[in-house]
Antibody, heavy 117, light 107 residues
Framework: EVQLVESGGGLVQPGESLRLSCAAS????????MNWVRQAPEKGLEWVSY????????YYADSVKGRFTISRDNAQNSLYLQMNSLRADDTAVYYC??????????WGQGTLVAVSS | DIQMTQSPSSLSASVGDRVTITCRAS??????LAWYQQKPGKVPELLIY???TLQSGVPSRFSGSGSGTDFTLTISSLQPEDVATFYC?????????FGQGTKVEIK
């Protein structure tokens, strides 16, 4: 059974940093590209970042480029999102999502990041 | 970047009604389109990919069509458990943009 479990969310002040983790199991992790997708309270889905299975190709949404860094450790079956210079509009539930060649077929339960002073 | 526009933003229909949601891309994306369903308080789930292919386990009352810039998600007979927000997403190239969502309620 595919499982994606996010952790690392919490309440931080503007300008601070946070590192999200996603523990994957139930599938050959290194084979699949992965994504982070976020959803602000009562808002729609916003794609944040993408990384190929090998980690060699990475993309970011313009809204987080230069502040967020996606990475993965295939030996640990883990995906990460380092978030720096956090802003109030980064407040959202962050989902770790498996990429099946484009369609996003498995989603974690999400971790809440709240940025507020 | 290609923009994805869904219509309507929300709709209310009766059980058994045929429901249609449209998604328009600002440029052609061939059939690189997926639909997701997010039930209240739940995680989004993949419904349809490649514009018209049903994900395993999705009820046959859901169907998708379209190619290029115009796409449609149809629920042939709306059921109470279909109350949700539906999102389209293009995945021809980065960024894989989502539509703004369509909220479906029961009248």
């Amino acid at each position: 059974e595919v499982q994606l479990v996010e952790s690392g969310g919490g309440l931080v002040q503007p300008g601070e940093s946070l590192r999200l983790s996603c523990a994957a199991s139930g599938f050959p992790f290194s084979v699949y590209p992965m994504n982070w997708v976020r959803q602000a309270p009562e808002k729609g889905l916003e794609w944040v970042s993408y990384i190929t299975g090998s980690g060699t190709t990475i993309y970011y949404a313009d809204s987080v480029k230069g502040r967020f860094t996606i990475s993965r450790d295939n030996a640990q079956n883990s995906l990460y999102l380092q978030m720096n210079s956090l802003r109030a509009d980064d407040t959202a539930v962050y989902y770790c999502v498996r990429d099946e060649g484009g369609p996003l077929d498995y989603w974690g339960q999400g971790t809440l990041v709240a940025v507020s002073s | 970047d290609i923009q994805m526009t869904q219509s309507p933003s929300s709709l209310s229909a009766s059980v058994g009604d045929r429901v249609t949601i449209t998604c328009r891309a600002s440029q052609g994306i061939s059939n690189y389109l997926a639909w997701y369903q997010q039930k209240p308080g739940k995680v989004p789930e993949l419904l349809i990919y490649a514009a018209s292919t049903l994900q395993s386990g999705v009820p046959s009352r859901f169907s998708g069509s379209g190619s290029g810039t115009d796409f449609t998600l149809t629920i042939s007979s709306l059921q109470p458990e279909d109350v949700a927000t539906f999102y389209c997403q293009k995945y021809d190239s980065a960024p894989p943009t989502f539509g703004q969502g369509t909220k479906v309620e029961i009248k």
